[in-house]
C-alpha cells in the first residue's frame, strides 16, 4: 500500500467513523504510517504507541486531530522528513477528493512525488494549506486550482513544472517563492508567458497575407475564366 493511500485511508477513517472503534481505527492507521517510514531526524519520535487516553495520538508531531480528545485525524503533516532516505514517492492519486474531502491542510512537501499535480485537489474545497515543493511534479499546474477559495498558503517550489501559473486572486498574494525552481512556470508572479493565443493570432494574419497573396491570382483567374465562360454562353445565346 503506498504511504498516501495509506494517509488518505487515515483521513477517511476519521471522517466517516461514527462507529464503536473509529479512534482504533485511526490509531491503527498510524501505527502503519509509523511502520513504512524511515525517519532519520526523529520526526515521529512523538508517535509513541500504547497510551490509552482518548486523543494522545492528537499530540504526535505531525497529527492534528477534530478534538483534542478524540483519535480522529485532520491533517497530517509529514513535511521535512529526510529526502533521500524516505519512501514517500510516485505520483498523487487522481480521486484526492474522494479519498479525503474534507482535508484541510495537505504537506508533501520535501518528498520525491512525481507525476502531474491532479486537478481533482481544486475539489478538496477546504484546503487551505497546500504545501507541495520540493518535490519532482512535473507537467503544468491545473488552472482549476484557482477555484480553492480558502487557500491562504501554497507552494509548488522546486519542482519541475512548466507553463502558466493560474490566475490566483490577489488576495492571496503568492510571491514569486512560491513558484521558484521549477522547468518553467510563467505569467504572473512569474515573467510574462509568450500567450500562445497571441502568438495564434500573429500566426493566423501572417497566414491571411500568404494566403491573400497567393489568393488573388487565383480569383483573377477565376474571374476571367467565369467572365469569358459568360461571354462564351451569351455568344452562344445571341447565336440561338
Ligand atoms: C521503498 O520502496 C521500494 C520500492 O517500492 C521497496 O522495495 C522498499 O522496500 C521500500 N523501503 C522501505 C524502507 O519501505
Ligand atoms: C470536481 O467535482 C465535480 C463534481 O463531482 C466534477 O464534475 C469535476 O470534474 C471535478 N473537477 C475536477 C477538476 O476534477
Known amino acids: ?23 482504533e481505527a485511526n490509531v491503527n492507521c498510524l501505527k502503519t504510517i ?36 478524540e483519535n480522529r485525524v485532520l491533517s497530517i503533516k509529514l513535511s521535512a522528513l529526510d529526502l533521500s532516505r524516505n519512501n514517500f514517492s510516485g505520483p498523487l492519486p487522481s480521486d484526492m477528493t ?3 474531502p474534507l482535508v484541510t491542510i495537505l504537506d508533501l512537501s520535501s518528498n520525491q512525488f512525481s507525476g502531474e499535480i491532479p486537478a481533482s485537489l481544486s475539489n478538496n474545497s477546504f484546503l487551505n494549506t497546500l504545501m507541495l515543493q520540493h518535490n519532482l511534479f512535473t507537467g503544468q499546474l491545473p488552472p482549476e486550482l484557482v477555484s480553492l477559495q480558502r487557500l491562504s498558503q501554497f507552494s ?13 486572486k490577489d488576495t492571496l498574494k503568492l510571491g514569486r517563492e512560491s513558484f521558484a525552481n521549477n522547468d518553467g512556470l510563467c505569467g504572473r508572479p512569474m515573467d ?34 467565369v467572365f469569358n465562360g459568360r461571354k462564351k454562353q451569351g455568344d452562344m445565346r445571341h447565336m440561338f
Open 1 to 23: 500500500m503506498s504511504l498516501i493511500s495509506l494517509l488518505a485511508t487515515c483521513l477517511w477513517f476519521s471522517l466517516v467513523s461514527s462507529f464503536t472503534g473509529a479512534n
Open 34 to 69: 509509523y511502520s513504512q517510514v524511515r525517519d532519520p531526524y526523529g520526526y515521529l519520535s512523538s508517535w509513541v504507541f500504547g497510551e490509552n487516553v482518548a486523543g494522545y495520538i492528537c499530540k504526535f508531531n505531525g497529527v492534528t486531530c477534530w478534538h483534542d480528545d
Open 98 to 100: 474522494s479519498l479525503i
Open 156 to 168: 509548488v517550489a522546486d519542482n519541475q513544472l512548466t507553463g502558466p501559473v493560474p490566475n490566483f
Open 192 to 225: 510574462a508567458c509568450v500567450d500562445p493565443e497571441e502568438e495564434m493570432i500573429r500566426f493566423g494574419k501572417m497566414g491571411a497575407a500568404v494566403g491573400a497573396a497567393l489568393f488573388a491570382p487565383l480569383v483573377a483567374f477565376l474571374d476571367s475564366f
